[in-house]
DNA sequence: GCGTATCGTGCAGGTTCGTGCAGAAACAAG
DNA sequence: CTTGTTTCTGCACGAACCTGCACGATACGC
C-alpha cells in the first residue's frame, strides 16, 4: 500500500468515525506504530486533523462532537465489526450480510485486503467501492426496503450458485434456545441459504440482540460455526450461551 | 509498444485499479523502473495524474470524483432527472440506469408513484429505499467501482430474464455520428442488454456530454426512443442531433 | 549513402524518503 | 509518587528517486 493511500485512508477513517486510536490502526495495517504516529503528525501539521494523545479527532470540531456522539452510540457495533473483520484472510471469499452492524464489518477490513466479498445488500455494495483490491460480487433480486437487501426467489437462485470461506450473518435476536432469529421469514431463507453455502458463519451480535428472539428461525444456535460479542455482553447471557455449546469470539 | 501507447494504458490502469505501483508495472511491462519513473513524471507534470512516493494515484481521486460529482449535481442534471422522471407513468416497469443524472430522476419521481424499478446500480437501489409504493429489483453480478454498477456476466443473464417499458440510460458521450458511447467496454454492453429488453429508451444528455464521444459504443443514435437534453444545449448541437433524424426531449 | 539530430531507453551514482528500533521524555491514571 | 503507556528524537537500513551519461533506433538533410 503506498504511503499516499495510507494517509489518505486515514482522514477516510477519522471523517467516518469521528475518532481514531493510533494503536489499534497500526496493528489493522500491519505497520509499527511509529509509523502511523508519524502519519497522524504530520496530517496534523498539514492541519487536517487534531491530534491527541491516544490517536486522532476530526480537524473541525463541530463535525466530530456529532460523529463521536453517534459513534458512541454504536461503540459495540463497531467492536463486533472490528473483531469479525480480523477474520478475514487474504485471498478468502466471504459473504457479508445487510444491517449497520455488517457495515462496520467492511469498515474495518483493512484498505489493501485481497479478496472476494458477496453480498446481498446495495448499501455494502456501495461501501466497498473504496477497498481497491476487493472484488465485489452483488446478489441481485427483489429489494426489501426494511433492511435494504435483496430477498426473493431471484436472491435464492443467484445465492445456490456461490460458495464462500465466511458469511457475517447479522441477525436481530441471539437466544439460547431459541436460537438465531430475525424479523421477515423472506429474509430469514435468504440468510438461512447464504449461511449454507459458507464454510463457517459468523454471528455478528451486537449486546442488545442476545437474549431476545424475533418470529423467524435462521438457524439453530449449532449450525454457527461462532458468535462474536461484545466483552461488555453480562455474564448471565454468555453463560446461557455457553451451556449451548456455543464457540464465542469476544470483541474489544 | 509504442510510448504513447504506454502512457495511456497507465491512465486506463489507474482509472480502472484507482492505484498504481511503478515497480510492479514496469516488471509487467519488462521495462525499467526508470522508464515507467519517467513516465509517471511526465504525466504528472501534465496533470493527468497525481505522482506519490512508490507508485501514482488518480488526478482526481475516483472515489472522491464519484462523492463529489454526486454533490455538485448540477442544475442541468437536475432538470434532465426531473423531465425524466415525468415520462413514467403509474404501473409501469422501468430500468433506471447508474450515475448521477439516473440518481436525479430517481430524486424527481413522486414520493407516491406506484411502479416497479429494476437497476444494476446499488446507489439507485439505496436511493429507491425512500419510496414505499416501489418495487424494486436489484441486478445482481460483479461490482464495477468506477461507475458503481453490477457488469459481468452473471449481470447480462439477469438482465435477459427481464422486459421493461422504458429504460432510463446514462452514457458519456452523446454524438450525432458516432452514437451514444461510454468509457467501458463491460458497461456498454450491459447498458446496451438493458436497452434490448425495454420497449422505450430515453437517453439522459446532459450539457457536457452531448458533442463528444467515448471510445465504446452502446447503440446507434437512431435506436433511442429519445435524448433528453437541457433546455440550454447550445443549438449548432441541437441541430446536429436532429439531423439524424432523432427525438429531442427539452428539460426547463 | 552518410553524418547528424532527436528520442526513448537503461545504467551508475548520489540523494531523498519511508520505515522500524532504541532510548529518553511526556503524559494519564492509580 | 509510581507505574504503565504513549510520544518524540536520533539513528540505521533499504527502497525509491533524480541526474547525468551512454547506447541504439529512427528521422532528416546533405
Redesign the interface.
Request: proline share 7%; aromatic share 0%; with cysteine.
Given at each position: 500500500m503506498?504511503?499516499?493511500?495510507r494517509r489518505?485512508w486515514i482522514l477516510d477513517v477519522l471523517r467516518r468515525d469521528g475518532q481514531l486510536v493510533a494503536k489499534r490502526l497500526a496493528a489493522q495495517l500491519d505497520l509499527s506504530d511509529d509509523t502511523i504516529r508519524r502519519d497522524l503528525r504530520e496530517l496534523a501539521a498539514e492541519g487536517k486533523l487534531q491530534r491527541v494523545h491516544g490517536g486522532a479527532l476530526p480537524a473541525s470540531p463541530a463535525i466530530a462532537d456529532f460523529s463521536v456522539r453517534r459513534h458512541v452510540a454504536t461503540e459495540g457495533k463497531t467492536a463486533v465489526g472490528r473483531a469479525a473483520a480480523a477474520l478475514v484472510q487474504p485471498g478468502q471469499t466471504v459473504i457479508i450480510d445487510g444491517g449497520t452492524t455488517a457495515q462496520q464489518v467492511v469498515r474495518h477490513l483493512p484498505p489493501d485486503l485481497g479478496a472476494t466479498v458477496i453480498t446481498h445488500s446495495?448499501?455494502i455494495?456501495?461501501e466497498?467501492?473504496?477497498h481497491?483490491s476487493i472484488?465485489?460480487?452483488?446478489?441481485?433480486?427483489?429489494?426489501f426496503?426494511h433492511s435494504?437487501v435483496?430477498c426473493g426467489a431471484?436472491a435464492i437462485e443467484?445465492i445456490l450458485q456461490v460458495s464462500a470461506d465466511a458469511f457475517f450473518m447479522g441477525v436481530t435476536g441471539v437466544h439460547a434456545t431459541a436460537g438465531l432469529t430475525t424479523g421477515d421469514a423472506e429474509e430469514a431463507a435468504v440468510k438461512r441459504a447464504l449461511s449454507h453455502r459458507s464454510a463457517e458463519t459468523y454471528v455478528l451480535a451486537s449486546s442488545e440482540k442476545i437474549g431476545t428472539a424475533s418470529p423467524f428461525t435462521v438457524i439453530p444456535m449449532h449450525e454457527a460455526t461462532a458468535v462474536i460479542i461484545e466483552s461488555s455482553t453480562p455474564d448471565v447471557q454468555v453463560a446461557a450461551l455457553r451451556r449451548e455449546g456455543v464457540e464465542l469470539i469476544r470483541a474489544d
Open positions: 503506498l504511503t499516499a493511500q489518505a446495495p448499501t455494495a456501495c466497498l467501492v473504496s481497491p472484488e465485489v460480487l452483488v446478489i441481485g433480486g427483489r429489494l426496503k435494504i435483496t431471484i443467484s
